[in-house]
C-alpha cells in the first residue's frame, strides 16, 4: 500500500528551527520561524498563562468531554476581543474552538466546500504558505491576485483592487488581518474602507485571518479592519488564534467565528460546523483555551496578560525602529507591523548569508523581528545592508 507514496516535501519553514539549532557557531541569528522571542532569545510562558495554569491544575475536577465546540466560555470571551464589545450579542455571530489559527482556516475551508463547491477564495500574494495546503486541501479553488511589491516595498493596491473586481458574488476574499505574514505590510485604514465597500457592494464574503492580534499596534486597533469588513459583510469568516498573543503555540488555541446573515442561518452554520470539526478532530484540545478562558475571566490575570502582551508588542516596534534608523534601504521596516517583514534579498543571498554569518531567515527573504536582540540588531542590519550592495 504505502509504497505507492510519494515524497514530500518538508514545512521548510519548520525545517529552519533543525537547521539553525545544528549549527554551531555563537554568533549565529535566528530570524525563522514565527516566534515571539523576548530580549534573551527565549519563549517564556506568560507570567497570566502560568498562573491560570496553576489555578487549572488546582481545581479541575475532571477531564470529560466537552463536545466539538470545545469550551463554549472560552469562545464567548474571545469574541468580544475580536468583533468588539458591541458585537459579542450579535446572534449572527457563532464560534468554536479549534485546534489553533491552522485549524480554524481548515474547518472555514470545510465549511465553504460544503456550502457551495463552485465558490472561489481570493488570496493576495505573497501569503503564508500554509493558506494553499490548509484551503486547497478542503477543494476551495484559490485564485492568487497581486498583494505586495517587494522591491517598492508597498502594496499593490490598485492591482489588488482590480483584480478582486473579478470575484463573483459569494466568492471569498482571504485577508490577514493585522502583521502580515510574511510581508508585514498591513492594509492601512481607508483601504479596508475600500474593501468593506466593495465586499458590501458585490456581495462577497471575507475570510479573515487573524493570527496575531495585539502584536501590531495593540489589541484593539489590530482588530480594525476585520471589524469594518465583517460589519460591512452579510457573511463573512474570522479564523482567530490564541498562540501567538498568549504564547500557547504547541497548545493549539484557536476559534472560527461565521458571521452568517440572520440568527436562524447562524444557528444552521453551528451545526454545520460541529458536523464538520467531528470528521475532523471531534473535539479540539482542552489546555490552552481552558488556561485563555481563566485568564480572561479573571480581571488581575487579564490586566496582566494585556500588559505582557503590550510590552511584546513594544519589543517588536521598538527592533523594527532601530532597523529602520540602521540603513535609509531599511527605513520602510518601521512602518509595517508584527513579527514579519521581507528584505530585498535573492534567494542566493539568503543562503548566503546563513553560511557566511549563521543568520537564519525563511528563502523568501522573510525574517522574524524579534529573533534581534540589542546585541545583534546592528550586526545584522550590516551583514544585510553589504548583501544588498553585493
Ligand atoms: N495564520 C497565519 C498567518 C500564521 O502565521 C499562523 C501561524 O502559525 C497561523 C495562521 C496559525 O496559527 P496556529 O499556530 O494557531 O495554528
Ligand atoms: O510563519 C511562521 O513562521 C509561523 C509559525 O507549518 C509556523 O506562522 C510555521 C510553519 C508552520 C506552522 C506555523
Avoid at 53 to 58: S, Y
Avoid at 98 to 114: H, M
Wanted: glycine share 8%; with cysteine; net charge negative.
Amino acid at each position: 500500500l504505502f509504497d505507492r507514496l510519494e515524497e514530500q516535501k518538508s514545512d521548510s519553514l519548520l525545517q529552519l528551527i533543525a537547521l539553525c539549532n545544528a549549527d554551531p557557531r555563537a554568533e549565529k541569528i535566528d530570524v525563522g520561524v514565527g516566534v515571539y522571542r523576548d530580549a534573551a532569545g527565549g519563549t517564556p510562558i506568560l507570567r497570566a498563562v502560568k498562573e491560570a495554569e496553576k489555578i487549572l491544575l488546582e481545581t479541575q475536577d475532571t477531564k470529560s468531554y466537552l463536545g466539538s465546540q470545545g469550551d463554549a466560555r472560552f469562545v464567548e470571551l474571545i469574541k468580544p476581543i475580536v468583533f468588539g464589545e458591541a458585537a459579542a450579542a450579535d446572534d449572527r455571530i457563532v464560534g468554536v474552538q479549534t485546534p489553533g489559527g491552522c485549524g480554524a482556516l481548515r474547518l472555514g475551508a470545510e465549511l465553504i466546500v460544503k456550502a457551495n463547491r463552485a465558490a472561489r477564495i481570493f488570496v493576495g500574494q505573497p501569503t503564508w504558505p500554509n493558506h494553499a495546503p490548509l484551503i486547497e486541501c478542503a477543494g476551495v479553488e484559490m485564485v492568487a491576485h497581486p498583494y505586495y511589491d517587494r522591491d517598492t516595498q508597498t502594496i499593490t493596491f490598485d492591482a489588488m483592487m482590480d483584480a478582486l473586481e473579478g470575484a463573483n458574488a459569494g466568492d471569498l476574499i482571504l485577508l490577514h488581518g493585522s502583521c502580515h505574514n510574511p510581508t508585514g505590510a498591513d492594509l492601512a485604514p481607508d483601504q479596508w474602507r475600500t474593501i468593506a465597500e466593495l465586499v458590501a457592494r458585490r456581495g462577497l464574503v471575507p475570510f479573515v485571518d487573524l493570527a496575531y492580534q495585539g502584536l501590531g499596534n495593540g489589541l484593539e486597533q489590530d482588530a480594525e479592519g476585520t471589524r469594518l469588513v465583517v460589519e460591512a459583510a452579510e457573511q463573512a469568516l474570522v479564523a482567530q488564534s490564541c498562540d501567538k498573543n498568549f504564547g500557547i503555540y504547541r497548545e493549539r488555541t484557536g476559534c472560527l467565528f461565521v458571521k452568517a446573515s440572520d440568527a436562524r442561518g447562524a444557528g444552521v452554520v453551528m451545526g454545520n460546523l460541529l458536523g464538520l470539526a467531528r470528521t475532523m478532530w471531534s473535539m479540539p484540545p482542552d489546555h490552552g483555551a481552558a488556561a485563555v478562558r481563566i485568564v480572561l475571566d479573571d480581571a488581575d490575570l487579564r490586566r496582566d496578560w494585556r500588559a505582557e502582551l503590550d510590552e511584546m508588542c513594544a519589543r517588536i516596534r521598538a527592533i523594527r525602529a532601530r532597523l529602520a534608523a540602521a540603513d535609509p534601504r531599511l527605513a520602510y521596516i518601521d512602518r509595517q507591523n508584527g513579527m514579519f517583514s521581507m528584505l530585498p534579498l535573492s534567494k542566493e543571498q539568503v543562503l548566503a548569508l546563513r553560511d557566511d554569518h549563521g543568520i537564519y531567515m525563511a528563502d523568501s527573504a522573510r525574517i522574524n523581528i524579534v529573533g534581534l536582540s540589542d546585541e545583534s540588531v546592528d550586526r545584522f542590519a550590516r551583514a544585510v545592508v553589504e548583501k544588498m550592495d553585493g
